[in-house]
């Protein structure tokens, strides 16, 4: 089981790797500023985050955030920790953001 402090990291990662940069709000979302002035946010969720009230609404409100003047929505990626993705898949499926297709669910490697 990763934490979401390693789940982060490894976001974090990926998007420097791009050649991206990134900041980190306190909360733990990352935001990247990648191609074409676009506005990335990547979070990393685990069970502990499913389990509270509060992630719901959190979610939708990081799938509805629109880049500055453009006005278009942000790319976000989720990084779930392996035993909790499906009940992730499922939480977006019922808040309808599995048809929305700016918000990806990144699996991590076996």
Do not use: I
Request: aromatic share 6%; hydrophobic share 40%.
């Amino acid at each position: 089981m990763k934490t979401r402090q390693e789940l982060a990291a490894q976001l974090e990662g990926h998007y420097r790797n791009s050649g991206w940069r990134v900041t980190r709000s306190a909360d733990g979302v990352l935001e990247a500023a990648g191609p074409s002035g676009v506005t990335w946010f990547g979070r990393a969720v685990t069970a502990e985050d499913l389990a509270t009230e509060a992630f719901e609404a959190e979610v939708v409100d990081l799938a509805d955030r629109r880049m500055g003047e453009v006005g278009e929505l942000c790319p976000l990626d989720l990084l779930p920790s392996p035993e909790c993705e499906g009940e992730l898949r499922a939480l977006l499926g019922r808040v309808g953001l599995d048809r929305r297709p700016h918000v990806s669910v990144y699996s991590l490697a076996a």
